[in-house]
């Protein structure tokens, strides 16, 4: 095990990690708007400077996310690749039939740098938020659902089971394959259905338990009286600060900048 | 008696090096002769799990060396063959089963061995019949429709039927009720009369010091008592520390023991206990 | 009021498992009066679990009825009444638990009940402050051990300020050690607090707080006394798979080899005097 995951909340106290999630939330859907719809160079230059920056507050280290790229290696590559080859232009370079266009250069390397971006602002949000302080966050901000009945309440309250459960579930998986190998599950064979069959032998029993542990749950809430309530000590738990409101000023201000280029260029 | 599981100054980190870096077990040594049972006792968290499934190679030792079935488990090749011969039923077993017949789920372990469809026929009768089930009638039904301590049996006798050395049980008895935890040491008492080697942990010292050869105490990962049962009881130290562990008739020995009493304290059965009490007041 | 209490009236229960009945309770009569310390003892399958859902409405009665403090458990607009007065421990803590910050877990139940936040603070700090647990606040739950999961779930139980709290098999899941804290909280909130425990398990050394002991097989009221009353038939337990305390079953053996005990012992310290003094 390598330990720290790619994902999983890395606990600090970082000034990103003090921010409020409901401002890192909107800062990273801000930063999303702003690489989609703007991809001059300099603007997306800017952006992956804001990014270094941010994760330079969060006392993440460079290695370790950069570390993190290992994992949508692939999805880069094949996008990079493809976007090369398939945008017709003027060739640079002729390999047979296919060839690489300048124009196909250009994008590849714009939606590349766009890609860079938005892993890193959300794998950001995600690494120095709580799952607690997040799922509060996304509460507030769909509460202005409610007014048009949807059950804003009940969706969190999925949320917060899930994030209640995932670490059960990746115990409980972890001990079901050990069991399993003790019987002489092979996970790590060449044969690619024996080792489907053998990860049967986990899903099963995970699905199986799971079942058990919904109806368990359920009479638990019911016991208690679920009703979907309004979550009032997780609300009152978000404060909003003064380095929250000139972050989320400066973000607009960088979102409106990009929005005036596209309009103006185009 | 030759060794059959042989443990030398082991120590186990999880994920070391890692922030979540824990010292599971901390410099333990101890052997078990073959056709013995091992109780190893001791609270949530102390180690047990941990030192269990170093013995079927499911864990390697960070320090020290293992030695089970003369299997060195620091070699990944033997090690990862180890499950052939020694067998370890994992806490609440019943959550484990995914066939959709009971004789399925018990031959599974066995067609993994590789052995011809009548033995492993053989072999899942044989194992059910040793958990108080009745292989003809129990064989066609489909696990999920019986109840949690009939899908136990189940479970245990799909170990069972790999025919191990080594049968290792986790925690075989929690949440059991009296006639489930019967079975369970009537599979125990069965081995022994065959001369097989069983261990077996528990959080309860009372579940197992009736039966076992030797006990094993464990304490934040380590050992802090191994003997036979006969020096446990003789150890007023290892009395004293679990005393309210101790089964009511041993507790009340020990405390007439500590009055002055002249009473025998090495007796593990309550019949036993009995007879000593009345030798006293006669 | 003079209708406090729990009242069963001839409760019995069917379920149909593929075309066959099968009764799981089966005319039960009892009443539990306010401030009583109840114990359910029986195999696994004796109806216990069914029992308790039914305290809090969670499985009706087939047959019968169950009336707590005079509401009508069969009555859906008595459910959230009922259930504040009832509440109930699992059996398994894992399963019980459902937010990802034990402050929040215990706020649940208050929070459902539309409680103001001051309020709800309030409660979370003395719940937590019962089951000696104030350091975990801000934890998650799945770092903590079986025993300390379980006094979680009983604290989330506790926020809700019951007069019954109702434990189902509590301890199937712990090590000794955890047990004897949890049982000893269970006394205190019996004693300190007048709150009524109804406490199901197989295991008889847990019910030595207990007032009276109700002993279920089948679906059927098999004995019920004090627990000295009830264990002192231990031969009668045995024949449906239960056992005495060890204690007990040694004080039997003595007895039946020709010992007389002037005073019944019921704990080791009493039989250590009375060995001594002869």
């Known amino acids: ?184 599950a092979q996970f790590d064979s060449p044969n690619l259905i024996v080792r489907l069959k053998s990860y049967m032998a986990i899903i099963i029993p995970l699905f199986e338990a799971s079942l058990l542990r919904a109806e368990e749950l359920g009479e638990a809430m019911d016991s208690r009286c679920y009703t979907g309530h309004p979550n009032q000590l997780r609300m009152s738990s978000l404060k909003l600060m003064g380095k929250d409101l000139v972050l989320l000023g400066f973000m607009f201000l960088v979102l409106g900048i990009g929005i005036s280029i596209s309009l103006g260029s185009s | 008696m030759p060794k059959i599981i042989d443990v030398k100054e082991l120590d186990f980190i999880y994920m070391p090096g890692s922030p979540y870096e824990q010292n599971a077990l901390k410099n333990i040594s101890f052997s078990l002769d073959e056709g013995e049972f091992l109780g190893i006792f001791g609270p949530n968290g102390s180690g047990k799990s941990t030192l269990v499934q170093l013995f079927n190679g499911l864990l390697s030792p960070g320090r020290g060396t293992v030695t089970v079935c003369d299997t060195d488990t620091a070699d990944k090749k033997l090690r990862q063959q180890l499950w052939k011969k020694v067998s370890l039923v994992f806490q609440y077993p019943e959550q484990q089963i995914f066939q959709i017949s009971v004789y399925d789920e018990v031959a599974y372990g066995p067609r993994n061995l590789g052995i011809s469809e009548t033995e492993v026929r053989q072999r899942v009768y044989l194992a059910l019949e040793q958990v108080g089930l009745i292989p003809e009638e129990t064989i066609g039904v489909t696990p999920i429709s019986l109840s949690g301590g009939m899908r136990r049996r189940v479970a245990i006798a799909g ?124 | 009021m003079d209708n406090q209490g729990i009242e069963i009236k001839n409760v019995s229960k069917k379920y149909n498992n593929a075309g066959n009945e099968i009764a799981v309770l089966h005319d039960i009569s009892l009443t539990i009066k306010p401030g009583d310390y109840i114990g359910l003892m029986g195999m696994n399958g004796a109806g216990k679990s069914t029992l308790i859902r039914m305290l809090n409405g969670l499985i009706k009665p087939g047959e019968g009825k169950i009336h707590i403090n005079g509401m009508d458990t069969a009555d859906s607009d008595n459910m959230t009444s009922i259930r504040k007065l009832v509440g109930v421990v699992f059996q398994n803590p894992d399963n019980q638990l459902i937010c990802p910050v034990i402050e929040e877990e215990i706020a649940f139940g208050p929070e459902n009940l539309g409680l103001p936040l001051s309020e709800i603070n309030q409660r979370v700090n003395w719940a937590l402050h019962a089951v000696e647990m104030e350091k975990m606040k801000h934890h998650s739950p799945h770092l903590l051990s079986g025993g300390q999961k379980q006094k979680i779930a009983l604290a989330s139980i506790l926020a809700m300020l019951p007069s019954y709290l109702v434990l189902d098999e509590p301890f199937a899941m712990l090590d000794p050690v955890s047990r004897w804290e949890l049982l000893a909280q269970i006394r205190r909130l019996n004693t300190e607090h007048n709150i009524t425990i109804i406490l199901s398990s197989h295991n008889p050394e847990d019910f030595m707080h207990a007032k009276r002991l109700i002993v279920l097989d089948h679906g059927s009221i098999y004995l019920q006394g004090s627990p000295r009353e009830v264990y002192s038939q231990d031969g009668k337990l045995a024949a449906i798979g239960l056992e005495a305390p060890g204690i007990y079953q040694l004080i039997r053996q003595l007895q039946q080899a020709g010992c007389y005990f002037s005073d019944n012992p019921n704990s080791i310290q009493e039989l250590v005097e009375i060995i001594c003094q002869k």
């Open chain 2, 159 to 282: 170990m069972l039927a790999l025919n191990p050395e080594i049968l290792v049980m986790d925690e075989p008895m929690a949440g059991l009720d009296p006639i489930g935890r019967k079975l369970i040491l009537d599979i125990i008492n069965n081995r022994k009369e065959h001369k097989l080697t069983s261990v077996m942990t528990s959080h309860n010292l009372k579940e197992i010091i009736a039966i076992a050869d030797k006990i094993a105490i464990m304490d934040s990962g380590c050992l802090v008592f191994f003997g036979a049962v006969s020096e446990l009881l003789e150890n007023n130290n290892i009395l004293a520390k679990y005393r309210l562990e101790l089964p009511d008739h041993i507790q009340l020995l020990s405390a007439l023991a500590e009055r002055g009493l002249k009473v025998n304290t090495n007796i593990r059965s309550l019949n036993e206990a009995a007879l000593e009490i009345l030798r006293l007041l006669a």
């Open chain 1, 1 to 184: 095990m390598t330990g720290i995951k790619i994902g999983q909340y890395v606990h600090g106290d970082s000034f990103l990690h003090s921010l409020d999630p409901r401002i890192k939330i909107i800062c990273c859907i801000v930063i999303m708007v702003s690489v989609l719809i703007n991809y001059s160079w300099y603007y997306l230059l800017f952006h992956l400077l804001l990014i270094i920056m941010a994760i330079k507050a969060s006392g993440l280290s460079f290695r370790f996310m950069s570390g993190c790229l290992r994992s949508i290696r692939y999805l880069l590559l094949v996008t990079f690749v493809l976007q090369i080859f398939l945008t017709p232009g003027e060739a640079v370079l002729s390999l047979g039939r296919i060839s690489i266009s300048q124009e196909g250069l250009l994008i590849a390397s714009i939606n590349l740098l766009r890609l860079l971006i938005l892993f890193f602002g959300s794998l950001l949000l995600i690494m120095t938020t709580s799952p607690i302080k997040l799922s509060a966050g996304i509460e507030f901000l769909l509460l202005p659902l409610n007014k048009l009945n949807i059950p804003v309440h009940h969706f969190t309250t999925i949320l917060s089971i899930s994030f209640r459960f995932i670490p059960t579930l990746i115990e409980e998986a972890t001990i079901i394959k050990n069991a399993q190998r003790s019987r002489g």
